[in-house]
T-cell receptor, first 112, second 112 residues
Framework: DAGITQSPRHKVTETGTPVTLRCHQT?????MYWYRQDPGHGLRLIHY???????DKGEVSDGYSVSRSKTEDFLLTLESATSSQTSVYFC???????????FGSGTRLTVV | QKEVEQNSGPLSVPEGAIASLNCTYS??????FFWYRQYSGKSPELIMS????GDKEDGRFTAQLNKASQYVSLLIRDSQPSDSATYLC????????????FGTGTSLTVIP
C-alpha cells in the first residue's frame, strides 16, 4: 500500500459515545481527507486538512470534529455517535501537485 | 443538481467486449478528472486521471474528456472478469488540493 493506514478497521459502538478514528500516513503529504461512503450517496467529504493544525469542513461535517497535530496523523472524532453515522469511513491523502487521492483501507463503523 | 452524475448501472458486458462508463459534471471550471475502481468491500483505487480535452490511454483503459459538454468517460477494452467492480468518477473543481466531488459509481459486471 501507499503508506496510509486507518485504525480501527471495524468498530461497533453505542449511541451517544464518542469515537475517534485514526489515519496515519508515511508519505509526508500536506493534504489529508476524511470521507464517508453510504449506499446511494457515494463518497462525501467530512473534513479535510491542508497542513498541521489547518483543517476545514466538508459537506457533511455536522457531528464530526478533526485534529491534525502532526503531518502524519489525522484524527476524526464523532463527538456523540448516532445511528446515522453508521457508515464506512475512508481517509485519503494527496500530494501537493497533481494526481488523485490515495485511500486508506477504510473503517466500518456501526452505531447501535 | 448533483455535482457529478453517473449511471448507477448495473452494466453488464461479455468478456472481451468494450465497457463504456460515463460521467457528467456541473462545475464548468473543473480542471481535473479521475476514475477510480472499487471492488466490493475494498477502498477506491485510482486508475486514470485526465486534465485536457481529448483521449488519454493507459493499457486497456481510455479516458475521454469533453469540457464543453462537461462529460468524461472511461472505456475498458478487452474487458475481463477481474474488471467487475464499481467505477467512481471524481472531479476536482479547482485543482488546488481541495475536495473532490464523487459520483455514486457505476457497477460493472464482466460475464465470462
Amino acid at each position: 500500500d501507499a503508506g496510509i493506514t486507518q485504525s480501527p478497521r471495524h468498530k461497533v459502538t453505542e449511541t451517544g459515545t464518542p469515537v475517534t478514528l485514526r489515519c496515519h500516513q508515511t508519505e509526508n503529504h500536506r493534504y489529508m481527507y476524511w470521507y464517508r461512503q453510504d449506499p446511494g450517496h457515494g463518497l462525501r467529504l467530512i473534513h479535510y486538512s491542508y497542513g498541521v493544525k489547518d483543517t476545514d469542513k466538508g459537506e457533511v461535517s455536522d457531528g464530526y470534529s478533526v485534529s491534525r497535530s502532526k503531518t502524519e496523523d489525522f484524527l476524526l472524532t464523532l463527538e456523540s455517535a448516532t445511528s446515522s453515522q453508521t457508515s464506512v469511513y475512508f481517509c485519503a491523502i494527496r500530494p501537493d501537485r497533481g494526481d488523485g487521492y490515495t485511500f486508506g483501507s477504510g473503517t466500518r463503523l456501526t452505531v447501535v | 443538481q448533483k455535482e457529478v452524475e453517473q449511471n448507477s448501472g448495473p452494466l453488464s458486458v461479455p468478456e472481451g467486449a468494450i465497457a463504456s462508463l460515463n460521467c457528467t459534471y456541473s462545475d464548468r471550471v473543473s480542471q481535473s478528472f479521475f476514475w477510480y475502481r472499487q471492488y466490493s468491500g475494498k477502498s477506491p483505487e485510482l486508475i486514470m486521471s485526465i486534465y485536457s480535452n481529448g483521449d488519454k490511454e493507459d493499457g486497456r483503459f481510455t479516458a475521454q474528456l469533453n469540457k464543453a459538454s462537461q462529460y468524461v468517460s472511461l472505456l475498458i477494452r478487452d474487458s475481463q472478469p477481474s474488471d467487475s467492480a464499481t467505477y467512481l468518477c471524481a472531479v476536482n473543481p479547482t485543482n488546488t488540493g481541495n475536495q473532490f466531488y464523487f459520483g455514486t459509481g457505476t457497477s460493472l459486471t464482466v460475464i465470462p
